[in-house]
Antibody
Framework: QVQLVESGGGVVQPGRSLRLSCAAS????????MHWVRQAPGKGLEWVAI????????NYADSVKGRFTVSRDNARNTLFLQMDSLTTEDTALYYC??????????????WGQGTLVTVSS | SFKLTQPPSVSVSPGLTATITCSGE??????ISWYQQKPGQSPLLVIY???KRPSGVPERFSGSNYGSAASLTISETQALDEADYYC??????????FGGGTKLTVL
């Protein structure tokens, strides 16, 4: 069955960096685009980044552009999110999600359980 | 930037039909997806491409997109349907956009 397991979250000071990972299993990882989506405590869903199945294209939300970098290693079935210059506004539960069904509207058909990032001094 | 607007809350009595709306510009040119999120759980895709249900999602869940607004309809609403619901679309400039979410209360 499809599994997505995020890791790498934790408590970090403002201005520092963190790298999240998402280990995928149960499907042909190299055939699917992937999202990172975050959810601040008590708030709604906020999209962070998308990467195409082969890593050839990517896009970011304006709120993280220039600070976050999405990448993937299809040989290791792993998705990454490098987060630099973190601010308290980045505090959230970070989900990785698989894009399924539609390569035009990019809906997320499977989600991980999330990894919590807390930015605090 | 592209935005999707949802009502913050909707209430429905058990057994009746709940409708959650999602408005935005140029929705006729976009496919809308809907997600259900229960407390402490990850989101679950319940509708994609405006009207389609992923395998395992009950037939009670249906979607529509009339161009000016999209909607998620839950017929014969049950207590287990109580959750937050988010609409979502892809915009070429803004990327993946979520609505602010609607808390569905079944009472």
């Amino acid at each position: 069955q499809v599994q997505l397991v995020e890791s790498g979250g934790g408590v970090v000071q403002p201005g520092r960096s963190l790298r999240l990972s998402c280990a995928a299993s149960g499907f042909r990882f190299r055939g699917y685009g992937m999202h990172w989506v975050r959810q601040a405590p008590g708030k709604g869903l906020e999209w962070v980044a998308i990467i195409w199945h082969d890593g050839s294209k990517w896009n970011y939300a304006d709120s993280v552009k220039g600070r976050f970098t999405v990448s993937r290693d299809n040989a290791r079935n792993t998705l990454f999110l490098q987060m630099d210059s973190l601010t308290t506004e980045d505090t959230a539960l970070y989900y990785c999600a698989r894009i399924g069904y539609d390569t035009r509207a990019h809906p997320a058909d499977y989600w991980g359980q999330g990894t919590l990032v807390t930015v605090s001094s | 930037s592209f935005k999707l607007t949802q009502p913050p809350s909707v209430s429905v009595s058990p057994g009746l039909t709940a409708t959650i709306t999602c408005s935005g510009e140029r929705l006729a040119n976009k496919f809308i997806s809907w997600y259900q999120q229960k407390p402490g759980q990850s989101p679950l895709l319940v509708i994609y491409q405006d009207t389609k249900r992923p395998s395992g999602v009950p037939e009670r869940f249906s979607g529509s997109n009339y161009g000016s607004a999209a909607s998620l309809t839950i017929s014969e609403t049950q207590a287990l349907d109580e959750a937050d619901y988010y609409c979502q679309a892809w915009d070429s400039r803004s990327g993946l956009v979520f609505g602010g979410g609607t808390k569905l209360t079944v009472l």
